[in-house]
């Protein structure tokens, strides 16, 4: 029997030449007030990273309708949600560090560590996640 996931994740090369993947996030049952968050350090990482910054462009929305997202700090955001339906979030994420702790993408090659793309959804990190990757055209 499969189990659906609770947080689902979709990346997509987006622009090869501009080293931007695409991130759709959703977030099958959000709390009303959901927290996200990426990591400043990895382990095996003696540098702060702040892989947040490489972030653009993110929005927040239940079906056709927007809602608000504050960033909180460097690599913290909230939403102010319906806990009732789901949360999709998109956003994109320059990736142009050929580190194995970070994200690279050109017309050669595309690779990807978790904690540089994947926003962790606070307070659901046990429950089921699926990861699909597209791509490119």
Same mark, same amino acid.
């Given at each position: 029997?499969?189990?659906?996931?609770?947080?689902?994740?979709?990346v997509t090369p987006a622009d090869l030449h501009a080293h931007l993947f695409e991130v759709t996030?959703?977030?099958?049952?959000?709390?009303?007030? #959901?927290?996200?968050?990426?990591?400043?350090?990895?382990?095996?990482?003696?540098?702060?990273?702040? =892989?947040?910054?490489?972030?653009?462009?993110?929005?927040?929305?239940?079906?056709?309708?927007?809602? #608000?997202?504050? #960033?909180?700090?460097?690599?913290?955001?909230?939403?102010?949600?319906?806990?009732?339906? !789901?949360?999709?979030? #998109?956003? %994109?994420?320059? !990736? =142009?560090?050929?580190?194995?702790?970070?994200?690279?993408?050109? %017309?050669?090659?595309? =690779? =990807?560590?978790? %904690?540089?793309?994947?926003?962790?959804?606070?307070?659901?990190?046990?429950?089921?996640?699926?990861?699909?990757?597209?791509?490119?055209?």
């Amino acid at each position: 029997m499969k189990t659906a996931a609770s947080v689902r994740y979709q990346v997509t090369p987006a622009d090869l030449h501009a080293h931007l993947f695409e991130v759709t996030l959703t977030v099958a049952r959000p709390a009303a007030s #959901q927290r996200l968050q990426l990591p400043a350090w990895i382990p095996g990482s003696y540098l702060i990273r702040e =892989f947040a910054r490489h972030v653009h462009g993110i929005a927040a929305r239940q079906g056709k309708r927007k809602v #608000q997202l504050q #960033q909180i700090d460097k690599h913290t955001w909230d939403v102010v949600c319906s806990p009732d339906r !789901a949360l999709t979030l #998109q956003y %994109t994420v320059y !990736a =142009f560090d050929a580190s194995v702790r970070t994200a690279w993408l050109d %017309t050669h090659r595309g =690779f =990807f560590n978790g %904690t540089s793309l994947l926003l962790r959804v606070l307070g659901q990190e046990d429950l089921v996640h699926r990861l699909d990757v597209t791509a490119p055209s």
